[in-house]
C-alpha cells in the first residue's frame, strides 16, 4: 500500500504575524516558517502505518515556492521515502491545489492521501474534501484515529457534537486532525539521511491546468483592537464588577 | 438568481446555527431556498418552513442521508446548482465536511468562513486564526460560501410559510459507511449559542478538577470550554474545544481559568463581549484580551467565586 501526504509550508505557529501596511497581506519575509502543524501529523500516521507493516511506501509532496522543498525535506527526515515538490509561485487556491493534487494521485496511483485537515494561515479547510471530490473517492476528515483494516478504514472524525465512526474503502482521502497522533522529532542521523532522498521537482505549469486564482483579494487589515482590560485585585472585586460595571452575570 | 442555503438539522429540528445561516445567505439575495435533505425529515422541513426569511424549501429525504455523509450529499446540491447563484452553510464540522466536495464538482473556489456580507461577492473572513481580515471577491459565477455562524446575528424563527416542495434523491455512495455517532449530550446551554462560557486549560492540572469549572457554570447558566491543551491532556473531550481548530465563540461573558492563552486558542473567543481571566502567570498573553484579569491560584479562586456568586441575589440566565 502506497500513502501519499500532501504537506504545505506556513508561517510557524508561534509566529505573531503582521498585516503589511499597504493591506495587501501579511508580512512573510523572514520570518520563520515552517510545516503546517495538521501536516506533521498527517506525515507522522503514514510512516507510523509503514511501520507497522500495512504501507510500503510513504511519499511526501508539497506545492510552492523553490523553499517549499525544506517541507518535504522534513516529512523525509521522519520517515517518507521520497518527495515531490511541485513548483508554483503566487496564491493558489485550494482548488488549484486539488487539481495539481488529482495530477499527482493520477501518475503515483496511492491508496490513501493524507494531509492536515485545515492550514494554519489561509485557515480554509477544504483541499482533502475537493480532491476527493475530483478523484470521486471516499473522504474521511478531522481523523483522530485511524484503524486500518483489508481494502479498508476505520476512522474516528472528531465533530462539533462529538466523534463519529466511519469505514470507508481505499482508495480514499484522510484529512487529519490534531490529536491524531504526536509528530516525532527528526533525529540528527535521519536529517542527515533524508539529504540523499530523492525529491522529484515538476512545474505547475506544465501540468496542463489553469491554477489562476478565481478569488480576488481587495485587503489585509488588522483585526478590531479590544481595549485594554484592567486587573482586579481580588474575586470579590471581579464579581462586583461584572455585576455592576459589565452587567453580564 | 437565488440562495440555496444548505440546512443543518437532526432530522427533526433544525440545527441552531441554520437560523444564522439563514440570515448570512439573505444578505447575498434576498431569494433564499432551504435545502433539507435527511431521512425522515419532514418536521425539520416544516421547520425551515417558518423561517420569514425562507421563500420555499426544497426538501429531499431518503434511508441514505440519515447520517449526513458529505459524498451522498454532495451530488444533490449539485443537481440543483443551476438554479443559483450562491450555495451556502454553516463552518461547522458539518459545513467544513460538505462544501468543498460542492464546489470543487462545480469548478468554484470556495470562500469558507465569512463574518461578514460586503455585497452579493464580496466578504470578509478572518485568516492567521483571525489575526488579519481579508477582504474578498469571489469572480465565479456560482459562488459557494461557509458562513461563520456567530458572526450573523439568528433570523425569526415563526411566523413564515414557505412552500415545501419535495426533489427526488441521489444514489448512495457505497463506498462511505457511517458507522456510530457519539454525541454529548448535556443539560447545559450549546457551547456555541451558550451566553456564558467558562474555559478551563492546562491550569487544571486533571479532569476531576473540572468540577471546579463546572460548578461555577451551573450557577451562571454557562457552557464549559477547553483550551486545546486541556483536550490534548484528556481532560475534557473533544467537542469542548475553543478556538483556531476547535470552536468559535462569542458570549456576552467568557471566563478562562488556567489558560495561557496562546494565539489559537484566542482565535475562537477573542470576539467575546467581555473577557475575564484567571491565571496565576500575570504575564500569560489571555490577559493581553481580558477586561478583566484576575492573577490567583485558580485553586483558591474558583471556590471562592462560588462563594461570591452564591451571595447574589439575583443571576442572569
Known amino acids: 500500500m502506497k500513502i501519499l501526504v500532501a504537506v504545505k509550508r506556513v508561517i510557524d505557529y508561534n509566529v505573531q504575524i503582521r ?230 452575570i | 438568481m437565488s440562495v440555496l442555503l444548505i440546512a443543518e438539522h437532526n432530522n427533526k429540528e433544525l440545527k441552531a446555527f441554520t437560523l444564522n445561516a439563514v440570515t448570512a445567505a439573505s444578505q447575498m439575495d434576498s431569494d433564499v431556498h432551504a435545502l433539507v435533505i435527511g431521512n425522515n425529515c419532514a418536521e425539520a422541513a416544516k421547520a425551515a418552513s417558518e423561517l420569514p426569511l425562507v421563500k420555499k424549501v426544497i426538501c429531499v429525504e431518503a434511508a441514505h442521508y440519515a447520517n449526513f455523509i458529505a459524498e451522498n450529499f454532495a451530488p444533490v446540491v449539485i443537481k440543483l446548482a443551476d438554479n443559483y447563484s450562491h450555495i451556502v452553510c454553516s463552518a461547522n464540522t458539518f459545513g467544513k465536511n460538505l462544501m468543498p466536495r460542492i464546489a470543487a464538482k462545480l469548478d468554484t473556489s470556495q470562500v469558507s468562513d465569512i463574518i461578514k456580507v460586503e455585497s452579493a461577492d464580496t466578504f470578509i473572513r478572518p485568516i492567521y486564526a483571525g489575526n488579519a481580515f481579508a477582504t474578498v471577491k469571489s469572480t465565479d459565477t456560482k459562488k459557494c460560501i461557509t458562513i461563520r455562524p456567530t458572526s450573523f446575528d439568528v433570523c425569526e424563527s415563526s411566523g413564515g410559510s414557505a412552500p415545501i416542495e419535495n426533489a427526488d434523491a441521489g444514489e448512495e455512495f457505497s463506498l462511505t459507511k457511517f458507522v456510530k455517532r457519539e454525541e454529548i449530550k448535556s443539560d447545559r446551554p450549546e457551547l456555541g449559542t451558550a451566553r456564558v462560557v467558562v474555559s478551563g486549560g492546562r491550569g487544571m492540572q486533571n479532569g476531576d478538577n473540572f468540577k471546579l469549572i463546572s460548578a461555577i457554570a451551573d450557577k451562571l447558566n454557562a457552557a464549559i ?74 485553586f483558591e479562586a474558583l471556590p471562592q467565586l462560588l462563594e461570591e456568586l452564591n451571595k447574589l441575589n439575583t443571576i442572569q440566565k
Open chain 1, 19 to 248: 498585516v503589511k501596511e499597504d493591506g495587501s497581506g501579511v508580512v512573510t519575509d523572514n520570518v520563520k516558517m515552517s510545516t503546517n502543524p495538521p501536516d506533521d501529523n498527517a506525515i507522522e500516521e503514514a510512516v507510523k502505518i509503514k511501520e507497522s507493516g500495512k504501507a510500503t511506501e510513504v511519499v511526501a509532496v508539497t506545492i510552492g515556492e523553490e523553499k517549499a522543498q525544506e517541507t518535504v525535506r522534513k516529512a523525509l527526515a521522519v520517515g517518507a521515502d521520497r518527495g515531490i515538490h511541485i513548483k508554483a509561485d503566487g496564491v493558489i487556491e485550494p482548488l488549484a491545489v486539488s487539481k495539481i493534487l488529482q495530477k499527482i494521485v493520477d501518475k503515483e496511483k496511492p491508496d490513501l492521501v493524507f494531509m492536515g485537515k485545515q492550514a494554519i494561515d489561509d485557515d480554509c479547510n477544504q483541499t482533502g474534501q475537493m480532491l476527493s471530490a475530483l478523484l470521486n473517492w471516499p473522504q474521511a476528515t478531522f481523523a483522530s484515529k485511524i484503524n486500518v483494516k483489508e481494502g479498508k478504514l476505520e476512522v474516528i472524525r472528531e465533530i462539533d457534537e462529538g466523534l463519529e465512526t466511519i469505514e470507508i474503502n481505499t482508495p480514499a482521502i484522510v484529512t487529519c486532525d490534531l490529536r491524531l497522533n504526536e509528530p516525532r522529532y527528526a533525529s540528527l542521523p535521519n536529517i542527515m539521511k533524508a539529504k540523499k532522498k530523492p525529491i522529484e521537482q515538476l512545474n505547475a505549469s506544465d501540468l496542463g491546468i489553469d491554477i489562476t486564482p478565481k478569488i480576488q483579494q481587495i485587503k489585509v487589515e488588522e483585526p478590531p483592537k479590544r481595549k485594554a482590560g484592567i486587573k482586579v485585585s481580588s474575586v470579590a472585586e471581579l464579581v462586583q464588577k461584572l455585576k455592576n460595571e459589565a452587567k453580564v
Open chain 2, 225 to 298: 470550554g477547553a483550551s486545546r491543551a486541556a483536550v490534548d491532556a484528556g481532560y475534557i473531550s473533544n467537542d469542548h474545544q475553543v478556538g483556531q481548530t476547535g470552536k468559535v465563540v462569542v458570549p456576552d461573558l467568557y471566563i478562562a481559568v488556567g489558560i495561557s492563552g496562546a494565539i489559537q486558542h484566542l482565535a475562537g473567543m477573542k470576539e467575546s463581549k467581555v473577557i475575564v481571566a484567571i491565571n496565576k502567570d500575570g504575564e500569560a498573553p489571555i490577559f493581553s484580551v481580558a477586561d478583566y484579569g484576575l492573577e490567583a491560584d485558580l
